[in-house]
């Protein structure tokens, strides 16, 4: 939904945002795209519950954060749904940057309207997408007030678009109206798409304030109750004229000025051609539409883009090499369309939590939208989470070097070792002590016997000098484990191969190879 490469308009300035891990990303350092094995997930701000408080990161809260978006300085606007408020994310924390509270329902939540004035005056109604464009302003996606605003630079909210009333004519202005309206897009010419959810449409604004809708009505008719029907979307490729969408939820522009969109009823993502005039389906499959079903059924499958399987996914972003990334709802993870191929980048797939971690280990509850940052981070509303969650490189590898020299990292710190370790046979070799510091183990040594032995809980492994057998034990039951590299003396202290023991005791174990460096992870933080 938000790519920094067509959402800022080509305003390429490096993001002023600080890591709130300890030191600090990479310079423009994506590499993500290729492999996630130095990554992870964290809380960038929010809290598991609900709340509007501004300042510092540390205590800042939101309430359904739906949508995000970079703003040229490189904060990040966030569309607070629940709070009715758009929020702004900076080093310094979070503030409000338009809106206000209005009041609360019988229940406490908070409660939206609809007002244009002073951005701290402006009232909006549900905010679920957000935009800015080459000038500054910044355009919403203002579901429960039917209407698109625009926020210009200078801090004035209006309306562009609708007249909030739900409804489905095109015109100018006010004299247009939208069904729940769930995202927005701007291209180079000042154009605004709009994802009009209710309505199953894609309508554009021109610079004129003239709304047109660009593809057919659907007709399809469904019985949710005996005797009660309703309108539901419908799925159709081909003509942009004829082609039909079931509740377009997140849209995203390329490099090409063509148009991708998450059509969430359907459970694929589409691709509008406008200079060819056709939509075409790119990633996903879904059973055909049963008769009285508003949704295609979800599911979840990696694999190659036409069999690939969604569920309501919703925000999308274009990374600089043309990834589409994906915020897949309701499977509750982040995905990647590149080269025709589907795969899971982050969270753990169909499970909702809120665990920080390894992205595969890593839980979203919700997620609904994504941001490439110019720095190369990934920002992700984490909507039910409450939360705007960050993926970055490991913390730690900050001043380390190349220098032919083995390092060790856990949990982002050096690990202490008064014998440096090293690689052999495929295998990077550390002190029996260290490894069991490293990964939990007690352990004990028999210089008799050359043998050592690693114990958690009733959990016991014997190792032996030049053996790649372990015996294992665990509560009385014995079996025999094989190691990768048998475990060596060197300069008087007994060595083990640190990849196994590290699995074993449920890290997560990887290589730098820019740095020379193991780094050990616990899988969630």
């Known amino acids: 939904m938000k790519a920094w490469t067509s959402k800022t308009a080509g305003a390429a300035l490096a993001l002023a945002i600080g890591l709130t891990v300890p030191g600090a990303a990479f310079a423009a350092d994506a590499g993500w795209l290729k492999s996630g094995s130095l990554y992870e997930i964290r809380t960038w701000a929010g809290q598991a519950e609900w709340g509007s408080q501004d300042g510092p990161l540390a205590g800042a809260s939101l309430f359904q954060p739906h949508a995000i978006a970079v703003r040229a300085d490189g904060s990040l606007a966030i569309a607070d749904s629940g709070n009715h408020l758009i929020r702004m994310l900076a080093a310094s924390g979070v503030t409000t940057y338009a809106g206000h509270f209005s009041g609360s329902d019988e229940g406490g939540l908070p409660t939206g309207s609809y007002h244009d004035d002073l951005a701290d005056r402006a009232l909006f109604d549900k905010p679920l997408g957000i935009v800015f464009d080459a000038a500054g302003n910044a355009y919403v996606a203002d579901a429960g007030n039917n209407a698109i605003r625009k926020i210009s630079p200078d801090g004035k909210v209006t309306t562009l678009a609708g007249s909030g009333l739900a409804g489905n004519a095109d015109g100018k202005g006010s004299a247009a109206t939208f069904a729940s309206p769930s995202d927005v897009a701007v291209d180079a010419a000042g154009n605004v798409y709009v994802a009009d959810t209710l309505n199953h449409a894609i309508r554009k604004i021109s610079p004129d304030g003239a709304v047109t809708t660009l593809n057919a009505p659907s007709t399809r008719v469904g019985q949710y109750l005996p005797g009660a029907a309703e309108s539901y979307g419908d799925y159709a490729d081909g003509a942009l004229a004829s082609a039909k969408f079931n509740e377009p939820s997140g849209l995203a522009l390329d490099a090409k000025g063509n148009l991708y969109v998450s059509d969430r009823g359907n459970q694929r993502i589409r691709y509008i051609d406008f200079a060819a005039g056709t939509v075409g389906t790119v990633a996903g499959t879904a059973p055909a539409l049963g008769a009285d079903s508003p949704y295609a059924e979800g599911d979840y499958l990696d694999g190659a883009a036409a069999s690939a399987r969604f569920d309501a996914p919703e925000g999308l972003a274009i990374a600089p090499d043309g990834t589409l990334v994906i915020a897949d709802s309701l499977n509750h993870v982040v995905r990647l369309l590149k080269d025709g191929q589907v795969t899971t980048l982050a969270g753990e797939a169909t499970e909702p939590g809120s665990a920080d971690g390894v992205l595969y280990a890593a839980q979203f509850d919700h997620p609904t939208d994504v941001a490439v940052l110019p720095d190369g981070r990934l920002a992700i509303a984490d909507e039910a989470g409450n939360k705007i969650r960050q993926l970055a490189r490991y913390a730690g590898a900050a001043g380390l070097k190349k220098d032919g020299a083995i390092k060790t990292l856990l949990n982002g710190a050096p690990l202490g070792s008064d014998k440096p370790a090293f690689v052999a046979g495929g295998a990077t070799y550390l002190p029996l002590r260290v490894v069991g510091q490293a990964t939990g183990f007690a352990v004990t040594y028999d210089a008799k016997t050359k043998t050592g032995k690693l114990s958690k809980g009733d959990a016991v492994y014997t190792v032996t000098n ?43 174990i990887q290589w730098d190879g820019a740095v020379q460096a193991v780094i050990i992870r616990s899988k969630t933080f």
Request: glycine content about 12%; proline content about 5%; aromatic content about 10%.
């Open 466 to 508: 030049g053996q790649k057998k372990v015996a294992k034990t665990v509560g009385g039951q014995k079996s025999e484990l094989a190691l990768s590299a048998a475990p060596v003396l060197k300069d008087g202290s007994f060595y083990v191969p640190v990849r196994f023991f590290a699995t074993e005791g449920d890290l997560d």
